[in-house]
């Protein structure tokens, strides 16, 4: 669903820290594998021509969710809250079908992949997510500045300093170095506020909603340490990274003027930052959700849900 609706990068954060909670083996290749088999099928914003209402008015989720298991792309036999399978419930709504504009037929998509997409590369080797559903073109190429947090993006953005056909890299502010991976909410709408949403991309080893062009939850092969916080990215802003979102399963996302091997050597010299306390506790964005402590609640069927308390 999430695939076909071209949804929240946030779903992939979420689904995991799910997936962790009910013991359901889940992983970014999952997100892959499904984004290749279903296509992006709803025109609805922040990046296409319709809203929520409109996919209420035409039958609402439903119509969805019956063109995909007509398909065989969703599994009909899952359980639900009414006590009824998916397959059961859709029998029961019997809603109509797609109606061809808010939400496209499978045989004429508006993307023929689903509407996240995972890139892995020089600069993401464990992976980052991007929300190709707000893509116009496959590749975005330009020059990287690199910021220490997002208030430092935003006074870059106020100056002028950031332009079109920039790539904003914005580091330490991931679930350790943030603290908390909070959303990028300003940044993102700063940006769009500027004129320069379709030409300015956003790349973060923090969150954002997918309401804005670029690549979230940035990772790399040193669980604890993003290639951002390593010195190959402080040098980044004299060079070009490309990031095709592809339409394919695992697209790339690189630094053009450094070398592979360049790449690995810097990632091997960088040093831990002495502020933050060693702990094997933090792991990789977004693999690092299934530690998430807010789906973590305490009691049994019919009470209340409380966090335990730590």
């Known amino acids: 669903m999430v695939m076909a609706f071209g949804g929240s990068t946030n779903a992939v954060l979420h689904l995991l820290a799910i997936a962790h909670e009910a013991d359901v083996a889940l992983t970014l290749d999952d997100f892959s594998r499904i984004g290749s088999k279903v296509p992006h099928l709803a025109d609805v914003k922040p990046f296409g021509r319709h809203v ?39 029998a029961e709504i019997a809603p109509p079908d797609p109606d061809g504009k808010v939400l496209r037929a499978l045989s004429n998509p508006i993307h023929p992949t689903g509407g996240i997409t ?26 990287a500045r690199v910021f220490d947090g997002e208030r430092a993006a935003l006074d870059a953005l106020e100056d002028g300093t950031i332009t ?28 769009k506020g500027a004129g320069l949403g379709k030409d300015v991309l956003l790349l973060t080893d923090g969150r954002f909603s997918g309401g804005r062009r670029g690549c979230a939850s940035v990772t790399s092969p040193r669980r604890r340490w993003t290639p951002d916080r ?27 003027s450094i070398r592979g091997e ?19 506790s933090w792991s990789a964005r977004p693999p690092s959700a299934q530690s998430a402590v807010d789906l973590r609640l305490t009691g049994s069927p019919g ?8």
């Open 52 to 90: 929520m209402s409109h996919v209420d008015h035409i039958g609402g989720v439903p119509v969805m969710m019956k063109a995909l298991l007509d398909a065989g792309l969703l599994r009909g036999d899952c359980l639900t809250v009414t006590g009824a399978t998916v397959a059961e419930n859709l």
């Open 118 to 143: 995972i890139l892995r590369g020089s600069l993401a080797p464990e992976g980052a997510v991007v929300k190709s559903a707000g893509f116009d073109s496959d590749v975005f190429e330009g020059t």
């Open 164 to 191: 079109k056909g920039d790539a904003v890299v914005i580091r330490y502010e991931g679930p350790k170095g943030g603290p908390g991976m909070r959303e990028m909410l300003a940044i993102t709408g700063a940006i």
């Open 230 to 256: 390593s010195r190959f990215c402080a040098t980044a802003t004299a060079s070009g990274w490309t990031s095709p979102t592809g339409y394919s399963t695992c697209s790339p996302i690189r630094l053009n």
């Open 262 to 280: 360049r790449v690995s050597h810097r990632r091997r010299r960088a040093t831990r930052p002495g502020c933050w306390p060693s702990t094997s």
């Open 303 to 310: 009470q209340a849900a409380n966090r335990p308390v730590p």
